[in-house]
């Protein structure tokens, strides 16, 4: 079946540096990808959707200077977390679409962000 | 934008009963509900899912099925194993969008 990756699994950060998390479609091509935070015992909330050659596009709330996405390729999409803080301490998977199928999403694995 | 209530927010069942968790959704143009189990720490997994032009599917011990009119589907497990424990997600997808809003999550716990 699909796969998709994140790297990495687990990432402990200083308040106010960067951190980028890359999400791959192992074996297939993804027009479309999505990124998603989700913090303890809630639910998953999309953050924005990662248009490949485009622009993402982001839900209300979600500051786009802050989140910074890049979908670069049909298999690449990464999200950095700009001056990081506390508070974006979370859980955070992106899922993918087959281009082709345009069926199910496949998420990946996911990456717990620690900022201390 | 769409909305989707899910109910309960925990569920316990004795092994071998039968588990029913169910959703609501507030956008009519939604045409693919999938439904998710996510262990601790781990990926959401895709277990079962139905498009609009459909009422019911099943897989094994697995069934969704899709009232429309009412605007609410509902995940039902039957002989439950201890296995199942875990977090359920249902979604809504509109397709235009193609993106997917989440339930707020029923926790599922088997008790032996």
């Known amino acids: 079946g699909a796969v998709v990756s994140q790297h990495p699994s687990r990432v402990i950060c200083k308040s106010g540096t960067s951190v980028k998390i890359e999400c791959r479609s192992l074996d297939f091509q993804a027009t479309t990808m999505f990124w998603y935070r989700q913090f303890p015992k809630q639910s998953l909330m999309l953050m924005a959707t990662?248009?490949?050659?485009?622009?993402?596009?982001?839900e209300q709330g979600v500051e786009k200077d802050k989140f910074l996405i890049n979908h670069a390729s049909l298999t690449l999409s990464t999200l950095t977390v700009t001056s990081a803080h506390p508070e974006d301490s979370s859980f955070y998977i992106c899922?993918?679409?087959?281009?082709?199928?345009?069926?199910?999403?496949?998420f990946g694995p996911g990456t717990r962000l620690t900022v201390t | 934008g769409e909305n989707v209530e899910q109910h309960p927010s925990t569920l316990s069942v004795q092994e071998g009963d039968s588990a029913v968790i169910k959703c609501t959704y507030s956008?009519?143009?939604?045409?693919?509900f999938p439904w998710y189990k996510q262990e601790l720490g781990k990926r959401p997994q895709l277990i079962i899912d139905i498009r609009s032009n459909v009422g019911e599917k099943k897989d094994q011990r697995i069934a969704v099925t899709l009232n429309k009119t009412a605007k609410h589907f509902s995940l039902h497990i039957t002989e439950t194993q201890p296995e199942d424990s875990a977090v359920y997600f249902c979604?809504?997808?509109?397709?235009?969008?193609?993106?997917?809003?989440f339930g707020t999550g029923t926790r599922l716990q088997v008790m032996l």
């Open positions: 899922s993918a679409r087959d281009r082709i199928t345009m069926g199910e999403q496949y």
């Open positions: 956008d009519s143009a939604s045409n693919y």
């Open positions: 979604a809504a997808d509109t397709g235009t969008a193609s993106k997917l809003t």
């Open positions: 990662s248009n490949e050659g485009s622009k993402a596009t982001y």
